[in-house]
């Protein structure tokens, strides 16, 4: 089905909008989605901030190559979508990887952009299993807390020993 011009134009206007102040886009492939699956996943990307629209990839390339990032594309297959965070680099990726761990062989990463440049879906990938911010901090805070933990308890050993 041919869309026209002016809807052409809303598209590329709409996806340039939704990449401008996106720190990661991720590029997804989807196939057999249901409506009630897709509105359902729509719905939770959003609550974590994360937008996520479909466009005909020869639309979504013009964008992209407007926006200058550095390296190459990489390969669209089939019908693509667009997820996008403005906020966390890494929330995209990962609710996409969670969602496609729920829709196996519907839904997909084969992509995305990542400090300004293209990366493969192997590399969105890997971003998209680093845990999110909150959680690292939790972990920073155990690696700082670990050592003092020992020094404690080996100080509480001494000091029960000369007491006894």
């Known amino acids: 089905m041919a869309i026209t011009k002016q809807k052409k134009q809303d598209i ?6 939704a990449l401008e102040n996106a720190v990661s886009v991720v590029f997804v492939h989807f196939k057999g989605l249901t409506v009630a699956d ?7 990307l959003k609550s974590e901030g994360v937008g996520y629209y479909v466009a005909k990839k020869t639309l979504l390339r013009r964008v992209l ?9 990489p390969e669209l297959p089939g019908e693509i979508a667009v997820a996008w965070s403005d906020t966390d680099v890494t929330s995209a990726a990962r609710g996409i ?12 990463i084969v992509g995305g952009v990542f400090e300004g440049m293209f990366l493969d ?8 299993t680093i845990p ?10 155990n690696v700082l807390n670990s050592p003092i933990q020992g020094l404690v308890i080996a100080l509480d050993q001494i000091a ?3 007491a006894a």
Do not use: C, N, W
């Open 160 to 162: 029960q020993k000369k």
């Open 121 to 128: 879906a192997q590399a969105m990938t890997a971003i998209a």
């Open 132 to 141: 999110p911010v909150p959680v690292l901090r939790g972990m920073f805070v």
């Open 38 to 44: 897709t509105s359902a996943m729509r719905k939770a």
């Open 12 to 17: 590329v206007g709409k996806v340039t909008d």
């Open 65 to 73: 190559a407007d926006k200058g990032y550095t390296g190459s594309i």
């Open 97 to 108: 990887f969670e969602h496609g761990k729920k829709h196996k062989d519907a839904l997909s």
